[in-house]
Each structure stands twice: as structure tokens, then as C-alpha cells.
């Protein structure tokens, strides 16, 4: 069943000022439970104020949203509910840090759903393990700590109250090499472990094809496709024309086949392509 | 609900209001506050406020805006009305129960002064509404340059308007997502009773400080990494030049300033 449902979904920022904007437009969508989604698109294209709606921060201006098939807003007092079950990380979210320690600050939503100290206990030691804290930082005032570390403690704080769904808008931003590849791993490592779903908006191309099972791409307010990694790259010149880049290795792979060798027109990860260009190798096919 | 803001908005156009020049704008507002004190009876006020409403109409700000300006003030204007209303024990008894005394002095100047207080923040915000704050700022500063021999620091205190007024949007912004952020989170800031509600706002306010101090921090280092030393020898991007339209408007003020002067004298002084 899915459990991310939106009909005809359409906000407007501003309405009746002379910056009205759509931001969503006439979106209908179905996330199933278990995929790990890629959301990619411009800066602008609606992804972060789509995602806004699936936890009730935003309220749609018309359309619909159903999570575990229960409509938002029909009953206010119930998104507080839906909050806990749809767990979102904001871009940036080291800026939500506001508590003495980092184990307080994890500590923030698990207490705000009303469990008990040894369950919130039980539940930041996990979630530190997961996202690659040490447990000496945990008495540490977050603002002491060096940029991925609070962007770690910020994302276990979502994590400790165990969502439904996570969605996570851009969470390497701003990171290094290494630390986005380390925070995308554990983000990787959480999906599998869990078998929850899990949302990643990224303008990355690398990371998305690297992570997603599927991949929604939004372009000018509306949802361009929604579809398995593949296909989605398979559209690779239409990707382009909308000014969204494909990952190096699909472009490489694209240039050699306009070059006129046989290979296959479904490459998106450099280990994938690895195999395949040695494969044809051995085959003397090149 | 902090979009809800008005005070200080800018409404980007191109009317001929938008493009007076802004020390222009910012004298005519005085002389028209002015022009508003100085009306004594309610024919003077109708000139007076007729100024309002032309120069609403010129500027091709929606009307609606207007009202909305006046939204944050209506607790002032029932405080103001009643009282008047309830205080002013003079002239013709209209109505009397035991303590409560209406005279028809006290409703007259109620509604006097309701229109005197709608007029004056209509015709203010018009100001904000038409002149960007880095304009208006420009104008404070430049209006003010005659008392700088005086050693006041002119430049450095329209500079810090500036910048604070330059940062009410972002400061804004940033709420509304720590906002989000948090509630994300589960943090309840409807419910509750008012201990509750202000610890509630503990995990809005510490980030946005933190955050402020970041800023205000890396905006001190960007402006000495541009050499800014203050208001010494600097020039402008945007010279102001007064033009035909800016002495048209002038003179058009004057006008109504006469005409409230005349129109007082024909009509019964309320005050």
C-alpha cells in the first residue's frame, strides 16, 4: 500500500500579493513503504515545499494528502501524530540545534511524544551508532562541534523518533566529499537496516543514482516523472534539456555509444559501468 | 502568520508615487501628518483624507493593502473610541445608565479622532508601501546631512537602519523554518497554558540568536573585507534627483494644505 498519497496536490505561496507563485502544481503521486526515493529537480522546482506537505507543515491550497491512508487536515489535532510517523530533515538542519547538550537536543522529539527515559535512552544510543557519533560528544554542547558532526546530531534528533518515513531535504549540502559520502552511506545503511521508507531531495545526480530505488523528478512545479532509477536515467537527453545533469559516467557511457560502441544505454553507477566495459573487454568486443 | 506583516512591506512598481523622489516622499509624508493635525473640523479632515485616498489611488497599491495596514492598529482605535466616548462628559446627553454618560461631544470626537488615526497610518504606510527601505534610508541619511558638521553620526546610524531593516525579511524567514523545523519535531506551541507556551519558544529563540550573531558576525567581516570605513569620502550608486513630478507633488500638497486651512474655516471646529 503506499504510504505517501497525493491527489491533485497544488499550492500557491503569496496568494493575492504580486508574489504569488505556485510553488506545487497539480501534483498526484504514490510513495510505496520500503523505497528509498530520489527527489531531484532545480532550485525552485517545488521539491522542498512538495515534501513540506507530507507531514502537515504546509497545508495544501487544494488537493489532497494521505499518509498510511489517513487524509491530513480533515483533523488538526492529529498532526502532531503525523509528525512523529513522517520524520523531516530541513536543509541546513544544524540551525535547529538549541539544547545544553547533544544528548538533550537528540532527546528533543522522542520527549515530545511522550516516551519514557529508558526508551529515549535506548533510542539515541541507536541512533548515534547509525548516523557515526561518538557517545563521548553526547555530553557536548552541540555548538561545540564541527560542522558535519552537528548536521549528524541534527539528523539522529529526526531519526530518534523512529519515523514512518524519513525525508530528508539535501542533507550533504555544504559537506565535504568525504563527509557527504559518509552521511549518504549511513543514510543508505538506515534503509536497509530499517526497511523504512526514506525521501532524498538532492540536485546531485551522483547521489541520487548511487542511492535511489526511485527517483521522482519535479520540474517547474510539477512532477516530471516518477519512476525506477533506471528508467528515470534512461531519459537522459530529456534530463539534460531541463538543465538537470546526469551522473559523469551515464554522460561518459552516452559519448561512447554516439562514438559508435555497443554498450548499454543504462549506466548510472561508475561500479556498474566498470563491470560492463570490462565484460565487453574480455569479450573483444571493443 | 508572520507573512502576515505589513509594516515596513514594499510593494515594487512603477507609479509616479514609486517614482518620486524618496526625500520627496519622506518630507510630503510629514507635511501631510501635519496637514492632518492642522484639520480642526470634519471638513478639513474630508480634504485631508481625500489626500490620502488620491495618492492611494496614484500609487496602484490594491486597496485591499490599505485595510490591511490597519489591521495591527484596531486595538488602538477601540481603545481611542471608547474613551472618548465614555470620558467626554460635555454636550448634549444622549444617552444615560447610572455611571455610563454618552454625550454627543464624546461620539463626535470619537469618530474624529478614529479618522484622524486611520488617515495617519494609511498615509504612512503608503510610504513604506511605495519607497524601498534601502530608499527610504538613503533619504533619512541625506535629509539629515546639514547636522553633520554637529558631529552626529548620521551615515553610521542610517547605516544600522539599513542593514536592520535589510534583515526583518531574513530574520523572518529564518523564524518561519526553525519554526517548521521544530514542529517537525513535535514541538507544540498552540496549546498550553503561558508558562508553557514561552518554554515552548526556548527552542525557537536560542537557534535564531545563534544564528544572528553568525550573521551579524560574517556581514561585519564581509563589509571590512570591501573596505567599508564609514561615511567618510563615499559616494553613491544612486544619485537622487528631484524632477518636475517631485515639485508638481509638492506643490499639489501645499494646495491641500490650504484647502484644509479654507475648509476649517466653513465648517464647526470639533477641536
Redesign the interface.
Known sequence: MAVIKCENLTYVY?E?T?FRKVAVDNVSLEIDEGELVGVIGHTGSGKSTLI?HF?G?LKPTSGSVCIDGERLWDDKKRL?DI??KV????QY?E????EETVYKDIA??PK??GLDEEEIDRRIMETIRMVGLDKSLLEKSP?ELSGGQKRRVAIA??MA?EPKVLILDEPASGLDPKGRDMILGQIREYHKEKKNTVMLVSHSMEDVAKNATKILVMNKSKVFCYDETAAVFHRASELEQMGLSTPQITRVFNRLRAAGIPVEDDVYTVDYGKKLLLKMLRDDRI | ML?DITIGQF???HSIIHRLDPRVKLILTIAFIVMLFMAGSFYGLAVGMAFVLLSFALSGIPF?MMLKSLRPIMPILIFTAVLNIFFIKTGDVWFHWRFITITQNGVVSAVFIIIRIVGLIVGSSLLTYTTSPIQLTDAIERLFAPIKPLRRPVHDLAMMMTIALRFIPTLIE?TD??M?????????MESGNLVKKARAL???F??LI??SFKRAMELALAMECRCYHGGEGRTRMKQMKTSLRDYASLALTAVFIAGVVFADKLGPKVF
Not at chain 1, 520524520?87 to 530541513?90: A, E, K, N, P, Y
Not at chain 1, 540551525?95 to 538549541?98: A, K, P, R, V
Not at chain 2, 517548521?180 to 519535531?185: E, G, L, N, P, S
Open positions: 503569496g493575492g504580486p513540506q507531514n507543515l502532531r509528525r512523529f520524520g523531516l530533515v530541513f538542519p540551525y535547529q540545534l538549541f528533543f522529539g515530545n511524544m555548538f534528533g529526526v523518533m | 507573512k510593494f515594487p512598481g485591499r529564518e523554518k526553525i517548521a523545523a521544530q514542529k517537525a519535531r513535535g514541538a507544540d526556548v527552542p525557537i536560542v537557534p545563534v544564528s
